[in-house]
């Protein structure tokens, strides 16, 4: 009898491992809520570089700021660095 409670509390499968088991299973839903999230975030970046819903504008500005370069035609402000940050 002794042997059987022993192993209904320290055991693989006993109330010990229930507890650690427990922890494991709130940690990996912490774990999948952050996975989700990044999901998430990466399916809409992806929806916006769709070609059925491409903002031509968007691209136009990521790929001058990307670049370093503007159109002959464009207004070129010159910013300080520590105004830089605030523009963004």
């Excluded at 059925?52 to 370093?68: K, Q, Y």
Aim: aromatic content about 6%.
């Amino acid at each position: 009898m002794g042997y059987f409670a022993y192993h209904a509390v320290e055991g693989d499968y006993g109330l010990f491992a229930l507890g650690k088991l427990k922890e494991r299973v709130a940690t990996l839903k912490a774990d999948l809520g952050a996975a989700k999230a990044d999901r998430q975030r990466m399916e809409k970046h992806v929806a916006l570089i769709r070609p059925e819903s491409l903002d031509r504008d968007m691209m136009d500005e990521r790929a001058r700021e990307a670049l370093n370069m503007a159109d002959a035609k464009d207004l070129v402000i010159f910013l300080a660095p520590e105004d830089r940050r605030a523009v963004r």
